[in-house]
Every structure is written in structure tokens, then in C-alpha cells.
């Protein structure tokens, strides 16, 4: 499976070489209106040349040759070679080939292949002495690729050794029996147990010194002290190697100079399997100056912490590579943006570090001057985090190529200034993502893509849905003489940023840039290039999709909108959820997953655009449905045999497909196991969210088609009319006029005496439940339906247009308690109220005994109890229930009272001389 692995990444960039290139047709079309070529891209080198001595940018020169790659000055006179030329060297590091990369890049002589013979170590267990005398024979030679080969070689025997074994020779210890001690043994190899190497351990300071420390197993823990050269760091020309082959292990130092990292020598740091946490104060994780810094992890979800100088930073001479294979990772730099202190302030914005990291070279600008060198972060696969503050993200300073690339996965990155694909006076920095649906969020300014005093800024975003937030003198923007690219290749994005300067060139200082007291037309060739070139994206004010902008000459931006799906205008929802009708104007703002519903074409042709547009599980079904997917699934899929699991709802291999089953047997509501791969992950949660939508839809369906049947809507036709003569019978009782209340409340009565409609069933509790569960806006869309699910059967009396409506419909309250007068005056009352569709009155027995006091007089009125809440008081005159009723609708007063939905309770009393008192009361609460 590791071999698999391994293999696996090492084809996966040639296969994305094309999506992380500068795409020279979209360069092109940018280009031609202003007359310029692809090939004028490029820095003027007379204009360089004519930098005064000591100036930011003069030793960019031609003539200059102090201690610059020769892969940098391949790169300074073809700029738009720089994308290819990182990905020749992410290209063999994924083959294997660490230090012919390392040589290349350094210009040293290219290390001799394959490893020496093995040294005799005739006390060792027999399957051991080869291994191990591998090891012994290559630390020898004090050849640091042969030290590589040799422990890459002995990786199986090492690890499938079950034996004892406690040899200690000649600063060789091999051991299962204790936790070695000496850490300034050549060799040192454990077997078993969670161990802990405190103190100077894997650390070489000195010309000659070797060494090595493998860890075979355990969870194990690395502490440095204060002044320790340790876990796989050197200086002064040491070698040292630590690698260790499994656990969750912790690796820290408080200070410097670990974790793979060198400075003068070689430094390499190599963990295998599992969980890691990597914290130092700087120059660690990847980091080199004159010599080679190397950090390889090949598995699980790890933590890279540090502040300056690491995750992959290349000082003057040095080639520093963090290398993570898999696993959903977090690359921190303290900053203060995420809680840390501010201890290397950056000059551009003092409450934020100058990290130099993830991706950082750094060349020397003051005497003694010092070119740059080489870094570069490589993560082949996982959901990463990335965070920084100034000066990271694929950076380059004063000469020095620093590169971050991502293939696969939905990565967050956050950074301040200077970051994200930037170089300033003549760094060339560069960042690229292959796949997923990303977010790049700058704090600050300059980033991603800027360029300043004859650097080089790129950044390369191959495909997915991204998010680029705001950013500000950046998304191509050079402010001095650099060369700026901006790229996204393809997919639905957004663009947040602080400034209008995309695809900008501009002066940051003065026009005369070599002071030789004339401006030139070399001194406004600010290369500030921005190309979008696919999607349906959003964008500021000002700037629109499938549009193009020329601030300058030398500058400009180009979005190409793809081309009109051929779809059948039809309902679906925008980006804010809202429902919509989908016409030729308006369908670039609904959602590609709503509109791939209105597509016309055949599976193959909703297939490719589904999967053009990030929708890979839709994409994969159509697939499914297509007479030959061979050629989709090369373009969407790269290269590799792929079969469609009907669990996954996606295209995969042999290896990817064993976790269907486990996909499968997650129970609705069940959450996928954490430690899964984050493809997994987000495929478990597509099909459980596929399935809600499936309920929903399948709900609104039938909820469609209740509303839609005929008896449904005559009913509620009807209940509409009824409450419009409702609201007009109740205006003219509030009106000054009495007459004019008797038209509008004949009607309202004449209707509701023909009310009597035959029951309409409902079938409506099992949709409500599921729509409930994935979509609860669907109340807000469909009240009618929302307010009558839960009924069995409605009429024209119990139907509702809203659920407020609903709520007013309560149960007739019992009127048993009272006398057979009150009674009918109250049950009268509950009556109209109910025509007018007014909740009816409850008997309160604190309302009746005031009511009844207060009607009889005397002493009966005295010592009423007192009602806890507000109440109103009513009364009339008459012989009888009916002659009372009349007396109080005589009011307009009373008889808007009577009707007032505030009241909730009632008492009704009756004395002498035919004297009525009718209490309307609400209690606290109510």
C-alpha cells in the first residue's frame, strides 16, 4: 500500500502539468488588443543591467553572479517557465529522487546511484546484518543520498524484524532490550516501545559528523533543549538523519535548527506513518542554508507549528522541502492574527511575524549580498489548513524561488502581507493548487500573485470552487517593474477583494526607477495579468463575469465565462436559496447543482458539465448512465482505471472502492469515523445530505401536488373570499358610521351560514416531517400546505392560509360551568367570534364570580376577588340572552371588543333588572 501510495503521487503531477501552467491561449487573448505576445512577458534585462550600483534591484543584473541558481537565472530570462520548472522538481521529489532534485537545483554534481556494499556485522541477528550493514557502509562514505537509499532499502527488514536484539559497537546501537541513551552514537536503531529522546538526538554540528537515528515503531516523543542541533538537523557540514517508521509522534524544540533542517550540511527528517505534531521556534521543518533541509512525512493528519524560517525555506545556497504525502494537515506560523505573539515583526505591518515559511526564499539584500536559494511545501492530498502572517504562502525574496503547491483537496489558507505567490526584488515566488474547492483569505495586502522591483509573483489555481477574500494590491498586481500572473483555471468562484487592483500595474515610488533622470518606456512594463478562465464566478462592482479590464498596457484581466449550458428555462434557486425562473439573462446566478436539474443533453453531456463545475458525485452518476465514459473520466479523473460505486456515487480505483461498504453501513444520522480520509469523509457526508434531499424533494413533490388538486385549490379559494369578507365586515364595525357596518356584515354572515364544504383529506404528516428535517424554509415557501399538514381532513371552517391561522383554530372550550343564561350569552359570543375567525373565549371562574358580583349590585360586589392579568368590562340590557347579545352589538364599541383576538378568557354574570356584565380578560403570560 505505501509502494502504491508512492506511486500513485508520482504520476499525479504529470497529469496536472497541463492545469499548472500558464495558460498561454488566455494569455494570449488577453494580450493581443494591447499588440503584445506571450513572449513579451518578460523582464527587460538592458533596463536591469542600468540599475545604479547599490540599488534594491541592481543585483538582479545580468552580471551579477553572486551565489543565484542557475535554476533561478533559467527562470529570470523565461519567466513564464517558472510554473515548469517547480514542477520538475515536485516531479522527482514524488519519484523518489530527493537529492538529484536538491543537485539540480544547487548546481551541484548529480550523487552517484544506488548504495554501497554492506559492512559485516556478523553480531547482529541474521536479518539484520544486511540491513543494518547497508546503513553502516553508506553513513561510511558520509554520502547523504547513499544514507537515503540505504535506509529506504532496509525499510522492510527493519520493520518486519519480530526478534530481541541489544548490540552496541562502535557507535552502532541496534536494540529492542532498552531506550537507547547515547545520542551521539553514529547509528542508532530501537525496535518497540513509546519512547522518548530527550537532548541532542539526530543533530550533527561538524565536518564529518554523522548521524542517524531510526525509530522502527511506537508513539514517540522528541524534545530538544535550548541549545540542541536535533531531530534531523546539521551545521558546519554535519549529516544527520532521523526517520521513524510509525506512531503518533511528537517532535519539539523551543529554539532552532530542527526537524529537518541545515544550516551548512544536510538535515533530514523522515516519519512514516501516523498522527505527527511538529512545533519549534524556527528554522526547522524543511528549512536549509548552504546545505539541504528536508522534511518527509508520509501519512496521517499532522501539525506543523513554528514562527520563522521553516515549512520549507531556502536560504542563500539551500534547498529546503517539506514534503507531506497524505492527511488532512494544519501549517501554522504564529502569528497574531491566530492568538501568538508578535516576535520578528515584519517591516510592511509591525503587529504581524515576518515568518518566511510555507513555501519562503530568502536571499541576503545588504552586504555581504547572498542570492536566494530554493523552497518548497509539496502536499500531495488531503482538506489542509494553511496559516500564516507576512511573507509566506510561495514567496520569494532577493533571488531566492519559493514555491507551495497543493494537488488534491479543500484547503484553507490564510497569510497577511506578502504571501500567496509573491516575489519582491528579484525573488520569484509561486503558489499552486491542483484540485478542490478552496478559500484564500488575505488579512492584508499584497497577495496573492504581486510582484515588486524586478521579482516574479504566480499563483495557479487549477480547478474547484474557490474563495479569494480580501486581498489588496493583489490577484495579479505588480507596483514596481515585476511580473505578476494570476490564474484560476476553472470552476464557480468568488472574488472579495479590498481594492479594485486585479490584473494591475502600478508605480510605487517614482517613475524614475534606475534614476537616470529620464523615464523610459522599460520603466512601465509592470506586468499585472489576472485570467479566469472558466466558470460562472462573482465578482466587486465593476467587474463581471466573462468580461475583460485594461487599466494599462502592461496589465489588464480577462474572466472567461463558459459556455451556455443548453438548458431549458424552467424554477430554480439562486446562490441566496431563493426560488427562481431560470431564463437566458439570469442563469450564470443560480447554483450548478440547481441548474444541472433544467439541462437538456444527453448523461454524458449533464456528466461533463457537472463535473466541470465541482459536482463530482452528480457527475459520477450521470456517468454512470453514459454509453462510453472512457473519455470523461480521463478529463475529470486523470489517468488510472475507474469503476462507478453506486454506495460512493463516484468514479474510483480498486483500492478506493473497499470503502463503500463501510459508507454503506452508516445508519441515517450516523457521522463518518474521523480518522477516515477526507475523500471518504466528504463522500459519506454527500450521500447522507443526498438522501435528505432526496426525502425533501420527493416531500415537495407531494406537497406540490395537494396544492395543485382541484378540490385544494377551490377550498382554498373559498377560505380566501371568506376571509376577505372577514376583514371588511371587521373595518366598517371600527368605522364612525354604524350604517355602513350592516352590508359588510350581511355578507360575512350569509357566507359563513352556506359554509359547509365536504372534507378534504390530508396526507401530509410523513412530507412535513422530512422537509422539516432538510429544508425548514419550505414553511415560508408553501404556508398554505405548512399550516395543514398536520391534519388528517380540512374544511372551509378548519382549513388554514397560514400557520398563525392554524394556531387561532383551538378546540371549543367547555362552558359546563356556567348558568344556563351565561352559557348562551358566552357560546353566542364564541360563535361570532369563530365567523370572524377569532379564537374563542375560555371560561375564567375568577372573570365569573366579578362578572356575577358586579350584575347583582350590592353586597355581592363587595369583596370581589382580583384578576391577575388586563380585562375589560362589558354590559348590557335585556330579558334574556338574546336581548343582551343585541344591546351590546348596538355598540361599535362593545361589538369590536367582543371581537378582539387579545382576549382569551371570559366571565359572564347576570342580576337584577335585567342587568348583564360580561367580562373579557387575558392573564399574565397570555
Known sequence: MKRTLALAAALALPALAQDLAVDRAGLAALLAKKGLKAGDVAFDMEHLDSMPPGYVASHSNSRSREGQLEAW????????????????????????????????????????????????????????????????????????????????????????FKGEVDYAKDGIVVTSAAAPADPAARLTIRFGGDDRYAGPWAGADGAGVVRVLIDVSGNDTYEAGEDDVAQGAAQNGGIAFLVDFAGNDTYRTPKYLAQGAALSGTGVLWDAAGNDKYAAEGFAQGAAQDGIGLLVDDAGHDVYTLTVSGQAYGGPAGFGLLLDRAGDDLYRARDAAFGDKVTVPAPQDEKHNANMAQGAAFGQNRQPFRAGGFALLLDVSGDDRYEAGCWAQGVGYFQGLGACMDLAGDDLYTAWVYVMGSGAHGGFGIQMDARGNDTYTVGGWNGPAMSVDYGMGVFIDARGNDQYLGPASGLGTSIGLGISIFQDGGGDDVYQPKDDRMGFGVFYEHEDYNEDGAVTAAEKRHWGLFLDLGGSDRYPKGRVNGARWDPAEYSGGVDVADPKPDFAP???????????????????????????????????????????????????????????????????????????????????????????????ALRPGDLPDPSWPAWVRRAATWVRRAAAEGRRDAALARVRSWLERKDVQALLAKKKDLNALRSAALGAITASDPKAAEAPAKKLAAAWAARKTPPVAVDLKSAAADLDAADPEWRKRCPEAAANAGMDSVTLETVALTEEERAAMVPAPDLAGLGSGPKSVLQSINDERLMYGRPPLAVDETLVRIATGSAKGGKAAENLPKFEGDSMPLSAKGSGPAQALDDLRKSQVHHANILDPQWKVAGVGVGTANNWVILLGKRGGQ
Open 570 to 664: 424552467g424554477k430554480a434557486r439562486t446562490w441566496d436559496g431563493t426560488e427562481v425562473d431560470v431564463t437566458w439573462d439570469n442563469w450564470e446566478e443560480v447554483k450548478p447543482s440547481e441548474l444541472l436539474k433544467l439541462l437538456k443533453g444527453d448523461a454524458a453531456a449533464k456528466a461533463d458539465y457537472a463535473l466541470g463545475h465541482g459536482l463530482v458525485h452528480e457527475g459520477s452518476d450521470l456517468l454512470a448512465q453514459a454509453t462510453d465514459p472512457k473519455a470523461l473520466l480521463a478529463k475529470h479523473f486523470g489517468p488510472g482505471d475507474r469503476t462507478w460505486s453506486k454506495d460512493l456515487h463516484l468514479w474510483v480505483t480498486a483500492d478506493e472502492a473497499a470503502w463503500a461498504p463501510k459508507v454503506a
Open 73 to 160: 537565472r533559467r527562470v529570470q530570462g523565461a519567466p513564464l517557465t517558472f510554473p515548469a520548472e517547480v514542477q520538475e522538481v515536485s516531479k522527482a521529489v514524488l519519484a523518489g529522487e530527493l537529492w538529484e532534485a536538491a543537485a539540480a537545483m544547487l548546481g551541484r554534481e548529480k550523487p552517484k546511484a544506488g548504495v554501497p556494499a554492506a559492512a559485516e556485522m556478523p553480531e547482529l541477528p541474521e536479518e539484520l546484518r544486511k540491513p543494518v550493514g547497508v546503513i553502516v557502509a553508506a553513513i561510511g562514505e558520509k554520502d547523504a543520498a547513499a544514507i537515503w537509499r540505504a535506509i529506504v532499502e532496509a525499510r522492510p527488514a527493519l520493520e518486519g
